[in-house]
T-cell receptor, first 114, second 115 residues
Framework: ETGVTQSPTHLIKTRGQQVTLRCSSQ?????VSWYQQALGQGPQFIFQ???????GRGNFPPRFSGLQFPNYSSELNVNALELDDSALYLC?????????????FGPGTRLTVL | AQSVTQLGSHVSVSEGALVLLRCNYS??????LFWYVQYPNQGLQLLLK??????LVKGINGFEAEFKKSETSFHLTKPSAHMSDAAEYFC?????????????FGAGTRLAVHP
């Protein structure tokens, strides 16, 4: 069983640029959640995708957007990057039809905004 | 609104000593509760979870946690610390809301284990 994978592992951008982060969900999972983990903090929920539609959103501005594809992989897009967007971005996949809906995390993408 | 408070951002123990990491939650309904571990430059790994079955939950690597509704706590313990336990630990709550399960994390506790 393949686990959750994310790409790239590291990324450096400058303020104002746009970035796309990618996530492949674990086999058998249909739900992808994205989290932002700033340095020294716990992860913060950005949004969740289920069957290609956004299905819940945290307190993040609209310049954070996403997609989910028919194979349940997902992208996180961030426009007009700000310095505070520097963080570890974590993707987690799960199966919404399972009772406890456990989320499995990928290794993350470290984004640095200069 | 649900929230999680982890008491102590840093905990230091000797190898072989008891590990106790504290977590208190706020939730209007019985929640799902989780403990995750994060090693440097890695993602999160689930240690254990409470899903309204037994109140004492056993996880991987010898860790366990007890759900105490009266104290709204879910503290993580391990009888004997090992050097490999040094990592960041996160408590999380998953509320029943809106038909989806986002995780709400605490700020984390960094565990140091010294010889």
């Amino acid at each position: 069983e393949t686990g959750v994978t994310q790409s790239p592992t590291h990324l450096i951008k400058t303020r104002g640029q746009q970035v796309t982060l990618r996530c492949s969900s674990q086999s058998g999972h249909n739900t992808v959640s994205w989290y932002q983990q700033a340095l020294g903090q716990g992860p913060q929920f950005i949004f969740q995708y289920y069957r290609e539609e956004e299905n819940g959103r945290g307190n993040f501005p609209p310049r954070f957007s996403g997609l989910q594809f028919p194979n349940y992989s997902s992208e996180l897009n961030v426009n007009a990057l700000e310095l505070d967007d520097s963080a570890l971005y974590l993707c987690a996949s799960s199966n919404r039809e399972r009772a406890n809906n456990e989320q499995f995390f990928g290794p993350g993408t470290r984004l640095t905004v200069l | 609104a649900q929230s999680v408070t982890q008491l102590g951002s840093h905990v230091s123990v000797s190898e072989g000593a008891l590990v106790l990491l504290r977590c208190n939650y706020s939730s209007s309904v019985p929640p799902y509760l989780f403990w995750y571990v994060q090693y440097p430059n890695q993602g999160l790994q689930l240690l254990l979870k409470y899903t309204s079955a037994a109140t004492l939950v056993k996880g991987i690597n010898g860790f366990e946690a007890e759900f105490k509704k009266s104290e709204t706590s879910f503290h993580l313990t391990k009888p004997s610390a090992h050097m490999s336990d040094a990592a960041e630990y996160f408590c999380a709550v998953s509320p029943f809301s809106g038909g989806y399960n986002k995780l709400i994390f605490g700020a984390g506790t960094r565990l140091a284990v010294h010889p």
